[in-house]
């Protein structure tokens, strides 16, 4: 069988607040998860060998940082972009953008935001990571809530009207394995 494992980023000083997007590091509890990881991902893998592809964002790094493996960065990793309120909260948005906001309410998978993305653009984007990925063995992905929700879906078969709402957890290690029977995922949650 062949595995993948993915994280979310450390908590990042962005996700204290809600807010959209940015480049920021890591909160105190984020760089707690970081070093944290080397120690789970050991235990799981032994001495298999690894790859970490992370974005090119500071919080993706910053989390990969004390991981002992070779490391790529992908830009089609990155957070879905929020264009125009990007940098701000929900609050923010339901309050300066209101149609907006109820737009996206409304088609959470096709909306995109002014000068940004829509879940339907971050598929596509990830097309050539999914390719890569089909190729390569022993790959820990560390990216972002958006981006993953899309990669996870992609292999478990989930449509576009639950995508944008799946669940993909901070301070998590989910493990995909693909057995003869379809898809197994196991979480390794790191309390903090
Ligand atoms: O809140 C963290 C975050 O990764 C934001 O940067 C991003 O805009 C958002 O999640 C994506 O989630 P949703 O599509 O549910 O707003």
Same mark, same amino acid.
């Given at each position: 069988p062949r595995s993948v494992l993915f994280s979310r980023h450390g908590e990042s000083l962005y996700n204290l607040d809600q807010? @959209? %997007? %940015?480049d920021p590091s890591l909160s105190p509890n984020g760089r707690k998860y970081a070093e944290a990881l080397p120690g789970l991902i050991s235990r799981l893998l032994g001495d298999e060998p690894l790859t970490i592809w992370t974005s090119t964002l500071k919080r993706t790094a910053e989390t990969a940082a004390g991981l002992p493996y070779k490391k790529l960065q992908w830009k089609? @990793?990155?957070?879905l972009e929020a264009g125009l309120c990007d940098g701000l909260t929900y609050e923010d948005v339901e309050r300066e953008y209101p149609e907006e906001y109820a737009m996206r309410d409304e088609n959470k998978f096709e909306f995109r935001y002014r000068g940004g993305e829509s879940y339907r653009d971050v598929v596509l984007r990830l097309e050539p990571v999914i390719m890569e990925l089909e190729r390569q063995q022993n790959i820990m992905i560390i990216s972002h809530q958006a981006v993953l929700r899309c990669i996870y879906a992609y292999f478990l078969d989930i449509g576009p009207e639950e995508l944008p709402y799946l669940k993909i957890p901070l301070h998590t290690v989910m493990k995909l394995t693909w057995t003869a029977y379809g898809c197994d995922i196991q979480m390794y949650k790191i309390d903090i």
């Amino acid at each position: 069988p062949r595995s993948v494992l993915f994280s979310r980023h450390g908590e990042s000083l962005y996700n204290l607040d809600q807010r @959209l %997007g %940015g480049d920021p590091s890591l909160s105190p509890n984020g760089r707690k998860y970081a070093e944290a990881l080397p120690g789970l991902i050991s235990r799981l893998l032994g001495d298999e060998p690894l790859t970490i592809w992370t974005s090119t964002l500071k919080r993706t790094a910053e989390t990969a940082a004390g991981l002992p493996y070779k490391k790529l960065q992908w830009k089609a @990793l990155d957070e879905l972009e929020a264009g125009l309120c990007d940098g701000l909260t929900y609050e923010d948005v339901e309050r300066e953008y209101p149609e907006e906001y109820a737009m996206r309410d409304e088609n959470k998978f096709e909306f995109r935001y002014r000068g940004g993305e829509s879940y339907r653009d971050v598929v596509l984007r990830l097309e050539p990571v999914i390719m890569e990925l089909e190729r390569q063995q022993n790959i820990m992905i560390i990216s972002h809530q958006a981006v993953l929700r899309c990669i996870y879906a992609y292999f478990l078969d989930i449509g576009p009207e639950e995508l944008p709402y799946l669940k993909i957890p901070l301070h998590t290690v989910m493990k995909l394995t693909w057995t003869a029977y379809g898809c197994d995922i196991q979480m390794y949650k790191i309390d903090i």
